[in-house]
């Protein structure tokens, strides 16, 4: 898998004009070797020349994490004092052109460049991106399996087996953090509790703040379940409750049009469709109803080994949806100072249409407690 994954990345520098793919923290590492560098201040760099045997530089300390793949890359593990910018240097031989991840530490291009004067570097993700948002049948099967473990702790959360009333943000953040783990994911990526006013903070950090009766929480979480290969794939869904018996008659109003246009959203994510035709859909349905201000967001992102990735459904963005597309479609309405909504599903373009990888009940929750 990984050989073939190389593979496709070198066709695209040959198609580029780039010599040497330079990896370091971040996604495209695991992706296309099975290894994830730690991001500290020691470099961990996958050097890939265009038609030559890939090396992954890394700190000797740290060369134990690392499972051989020979037919992949050979290991040059590095000891404490010796300058890794070197070696990466005299691996990417006399490269014109360098294409490095877009998360390297800009310290660490800083050297590089002066390593390599005669190089010109760019982003890596213009190599890695269109190979990596094209998800095969098993990437979308561990995306599904992780989407179902989200589903089922917020199943948990509507029915009112995790209690909110009168406890704090962060306290449920943590008993979610825990079930997402035991879920199956070994990794917890975000944990958004939104009691009342801070759900009109789309990415509120759970606080103090003790959740009320007669107001509506905002969950949006997500993990990532890392596989034996050594390759993550996450999690990532957004839900409302609202805890009371009666939701206020504006929240219940402004939720219908936000779940109507969420589903229309979904309807319209059909394989060749404009990424922004997407966004579009849901908008207009938002804007009518007069929420259109308050829909302060892009509609959805990529995700895959990364939460956060290719394709985003967002206007100015006319790339058509291919299949294996996976992304999250999350409209939203938010009001300063009063209260806020998102619903959000990740989902697949397929050829036989659009396939939401999650299931679980998109209504309006009310729990007593
Ligand atoms: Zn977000
Ligand atoms: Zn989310
Ligand atoms: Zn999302």
């Not at 989902?347 to 659009?354: F, I, K, L, Q």
């Amino acid at each position: 898998m990984f050989a073939t994954r190389l593979e496709r990345a070198r066709a695209a520098m040959a198609d580029a004009g780039l010599d040497v793919l330079l990896l370091s923290v971040g996604a495209d590492l695991p992706y296309f070797c099975g290894y994830e560098a730690m991001p500290l201040e020691r470099l961990t760099m996958l050097v890939v020349p265009r038609a030559d045997q890939a090396t992954l530089v890394v700190p000797g300390l740290e060369a134990p994490r690392v499972v051989e793949r020979p037919d992949v890359f050979t290991v040059r593990p590095w000891a404490e004092t010796e300058n890794p910018i070197d070696i990466v240097a005299g691996r990417a031989g006399s490269a014109a052109a360098a294409a490095i991840g877009d998360h390297t530490w800009a310290g660490f291009l800083v050297d590089l460049g002066a390593a390599m004067p005669d190089t010109t570097f760019t982003r890596a993700s213009t190599i890695t991106s269109p190979i990596r948002s094209v998800k095969d049948a098993a990437e979308i099967e561990r995306l599904r399996t992780a989407g179902a473990a989200v589903d089922r702790i917020m199943a948990r959360l509507q029915s009112g087996e995790i209690r909110l009333a009168g406890r704090r943000e962060n306290e449920v953040a943590a008993e979610i953090a825990g079930q997402l783990r035991e879920e199956g994911h070994d990794r917890v990526n975000f944990v958004i509790v939104a009691s009342g006013p801070n759900a009109a903070s789309p990415h509120h950090d759970a606080g103090q703040r003790v959740i009320q009766p007669g107001e509506g929480v905002l969950f949006d979480i997500g993990g990532t379940m890392v596989g034996d290969d050594g390759v993550g794939y996450c999690s990532d869904i957004t839900r409302c409750v609202w805890v009371g018996s009666h939701p206020e008659r504006e929240f219940l109003e402004a939720y219908a049009v936000l779940h109507e246009a969420q589903q229309a959203s979904v309807a319209s994510a059909t394989v060749g469709t404009p990424a922004e035709a997407v966004d579009h859909e849901g908008r207009r349905r938002i804007t009518d109803a007069g929420f259109g201000s308050y829909f302060v967001h892009r509609t959805g992102h990529g995700i895959g080994v990364e939460a956060h990735e290719d394709p985003y459904l967002v206007a100015g963005n006319a790339e058509p949806l291919e299949p294996g597309h996976a992304f999250s479609i999350e409209p939203g309405i938010y009001v300063p100072g009063r209260w806020g909504a998102r619903l959000e599903d990740i989902v697949v373009a397929t050829e036989a249409g659009p396939r939401p990888l999650n299931r679980v009940d998109h209504g309006l929750a009310v729990v007593e407690r």
